[in-house]
């Protein structure tokens, strides 16, 4: 049994949930977002306790696969709820002297000690912004929001000798000393 699977997701108010077979569609103040549950996952809306439950058949009780994507259906419906109504959010700093970002209509442009900017297309649902060296994404899709922030970050991995690079804020980047020249024993 999935501890995580067997968990009803609290709804609270303003959030309107809707299931359809396996699709499932939460609303808020946010936005919209659907899941299409994996075969095995039945999704079921408690209109009296405001909560989402999620089972498994009997015949799946054994299946190892229907049983990891019991938990993991729940955490992204869990997931769901909150980013309609919090939303979430990640703040990544361009670190290097002249290095920076700038928002183009639709579009994030990176310049960042390459002969050509780059850019890259912002996806609809998440609002980018750029407040000097750093750049929030916002939005309510989790996947969504970190992927971006993903993608961005690999286009200038921080390194470790002069600490340039694009980074979260909330990362640490331990310095390495370089060599050491003209030091003889």
């Known amino acids: ?69 019991w938990g993991s259906t729940r955490a992204h419906l869990r997931n769901m709820v909150e980013g309609v109504t919090k939303g979430y959010e990640k703040t990544m700093e361009v670190v290097g002297v002249g290095w920076t970002a700038a928002v183009a209509g639709k579009k994030l442009k990176l310049t960042v000690g390459f002969a050509n900017p780059i850019e890259m297309n912002i996806p609809d649902g998440l609002k980018v912004t750029v407040e000097k060296q750093f750049v929030k994404i916002a939005g309510p899709n989790k996947q969504q929001v970190g992927e971006f922030a993903a993608s961005m970050r690999a286009h200038r991995k921080p390194e470790p000798y002069n600490g340039k690079g694009i980074k979260y804020t909330t990362e640490v980047i331990k310095k390495k000393q370089g060599k050491q020249f003209g030091a003889t024993a």
Do not use: H, W, Y
Not at 39 to 52: S, T, Y
């Open 1 to 69: 049994m999935s501890r995580i699977g067997k968990q009803p997701v609290q709804v609270p108010a303003g959030v309107k949930v809707g299931v359809q077979g396996r699709k499932v569609t939460i609303g808020g103040a946010g936005g919209n977002l659907t899941l299409d549950c994996p075969e095995g996952v039945n999704v079921k809306f408690n209109e009296a306790d405001k909560a989402i439950v999620l089972t498994i058949a009997d015949e799946d009780k054994d299946n190892a696969r229907v049983k990891a994507l």
